[in-house]
């Protein structure tokens, strides 16, 4: 065979080649992150990278999550306040404090939660079921909470809970309600370093076995 017959083989081949590489990389499956990884790389994080943003969808969908936790007879108490304008932003990080606006410079979203009081843990006549109160507001709020963060992680964001903010600040940043309690500021944002996991109490000094 010559040399100029040679070419176009030589060519086509690279072409298969290439195009073969490129579909399997198209058609190559996304790997989820398992459950136990989201767990294990949730972390609070104290340094966000500025450069990267989080959209409102992305925002839509992490509420979404939070829905799915469970709530005193699906009484569903939690609410939710998203900071994402330049303004916002500027107004919850004076409303949390010196130290946990520096923690959370580089984060673009804050998050408010509250609930509505007097819902879980109270009967439809509006009297309380037991000694807990309110305390179950919370706690299903908190459970909303986790369900957000753990969603944010395996969405490769990540997430500040902060309880040191100043909630009647808040309460007039978004104009709160008083029929709801301020409970969390979370802000969301990517990492910019990996912070050292914070020990753990041993197991058999938060858990008896009867
Ligand atoms: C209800 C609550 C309030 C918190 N408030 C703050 C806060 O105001 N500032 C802060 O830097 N971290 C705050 N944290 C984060 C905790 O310090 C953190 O969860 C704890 O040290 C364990 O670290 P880890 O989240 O990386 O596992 C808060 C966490 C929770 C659940």
């Known amino acids: 065979m010559t040399h100029t017959a040679k070419m176009p083989i030589r060519l086509i081949f690279t072409i298969a080649l290439a195009a073969s590489a490129l579909l399997s990389c198209r058609q190559a499956p996304k790997q989820a992150v398992s459950f136990d990884e989201v767990l294990a790389s949730r972390r609070s994080i104290r340094d966000f990278d500025a450069s990267k943003t989080i959209s409102e969808a992305d925002v839509r969908t992490l509420i979404t999550a939070a829905q799915d936790a469970p709530s005193w007879t699906n009484s569903q108490p939690s609410r939710y306040y998203v900071a994402m304008s330049a ?29 509505v009081k007097g819902q879980s843990g109270f009967r439809r006549d509006g009297t309380p079921v037991g000694e807990t109160g309110d305390g179950w507001g919370a706690y299903d709020n908190g459970l909303s909470n986790a369900y957000l963060v753990l969603k944010a992680r395996a969405m490769g964001f990540d997430t500040l ?7 009647d600040a808040i309460r007039s940043i978004f104009g709160i309600p008083q029929e709801e309690a301020v409970m969390a500021v979370i802000a969301l944002g990517h990492r910019a370093s990996d912070p050292k996991r914070p020990n753990r109490k041993p197991l058999d000094e938060i858990a008896k076995f009867l």
Do not use: C, L, Q
């Open 87 to 115: 303004e916002k932003v500027e107004a919850v990080r004076e409303a949390i404090g010196e130290r946990n606006s520096k923690s959370t410079e580089g984060a673009g979203v804050f998050i408010v939660s509250t609930f």
């Open 161 to 167: 809970i902060m309880g040191g903010r100043d909630a």
